[in-house]
């Protein structure tokens, strides 16, 4: 009887930690959590891939997508697009022949996120980072609040969905 109760409790306390993860960085960033509708992401707890500690992820389409969240408050010290821009050459692969694309989201995006200014970007990731093909970033920064690095990491296609925005 111990041994089932102590195994429950393990299962128990291992299934909460990505909630707690993704819960205390929600309401630390003053943010909401868009479901997409067409599927149930399972919760992964905060930890680190090569390069990017991340706060808690998101395993989409059973592992194909995952997809990796990364805060950081603003002290009204840092600009966020030299910040987004080291990340993305960091995570980037060094492969000449590649490239990077950088994207201004419209206006309607910043509304959607309630944002005061956003950035995606587009690149191959390097070998070292996983199993993934595709690199996708999109950054959103709010004033007062700070950047959420929304990382997406495909197999082979990726479905950007907006998953995240900040609060009204």
Do not use: C
Request: aromatic share 10%.
């Amino acid at each position: 009887m111990k041994i089932i109760t102590f195994t429950l409790s393990i299962l128990a306390a291992t299934l909460s930690w990505s909630q707690d993860d993704m819960q205390k960085t929600l309401v630390k960033m003053e943010l909401e959590y868009i479901q997409p509708l067409e599927h149930t992401p399972n919760k992964l707890p905060a930890g680190s891939v090569k390069y990017y500690d991340y706060d808690f992820g998101l395993e989409l389409d059973n592992g194909s997508t995952l997809v990796l969240v990364q805060t950081k408050k603003d002290d009204g010290n840092y600009i966020p697009q030299v910040m987004i821009s080291a990340m993305v050459a960091t995570l980037a692969t060094n492969d000449q022949d590649v490239e990077i694309n950088m994207i201004s989201p419209s206006a309607n995006y910043l509304h959607e996120t309630n944002s005061d200014w956003a950035i995606e970007a587009l690149f191959t990731p390097k070998d070292n980072i996983g199993n993934y093909k595709i690199a996708y970033l999109k950054s959103i920064f709010k004033a007062g609040l700070g950047v959420t690095n929304i990382l997406y990491l495909a197999k082979s296609d990726v479905n950007i969905e907006p998953l995240f925005r900040y609060k009204q």
